[in-house]
């Protein structure tokens, strides 16, 4: 499966922004898609994925909402009441495995997207 990220830009804190990842491929309804995120010197860390169930990381829960529209093959996270410490590059993945486990660990996404940047100001 090959992703595309899409939708970031620069809004100020409070604001809202929807990322659009777009994946190619036939079996898009088998795999659990996550995001992730990286700021500037820091290590990429788990954001939030979508498979058998929903998962969040804390810092996102209640602000971030992870959806997936089989039909387009493209999986969303809307994000809301943005803070500057969500300025990161976010990146979409994908892992075979719809009841995955270990949704938060970046080993069983086997694609990544291009990442695309978030930038919140305050």
């Known amino acids: 499966v090959q992703l595309q990220a899409s939708g970031g830009g620069l809004v100020q804190a409070g604001g809202s922004l929807r990322l659009s990842c777009a994946a190619s491929?036939?079996?898009?309804?088998?795999?659990?898609m996550g995001w992730f995120r990286q700021a500037p010197g820091k290590e990429r860390e788990f954001v939030a994925a979508?498979?058998?169930?929903?998962y969040y990381a804390e810092s996102v829960k209640g602000r971030f909402t992870c959806s997936r529209d089989n039909a387009k093959n493209t999986v969303y996270l809307q994000m809301n009441s943005l803070k500057p410490e969500d300025t990161a590059v976010y990146y979409c993945a994908a892992a075979p495995v719809f009841a995955l486990s270990s949704y938060w660990r970046e080993a069983p996404y086997e694609a990544w997207g291009q990442g695309t940047q978030v930038t919140v100001s305050s």
């Open positions: 979508i498979g058998w169930s929903t």
């Open positions: 491929g036939r079996t898009f309804t088998k795999y659990t």
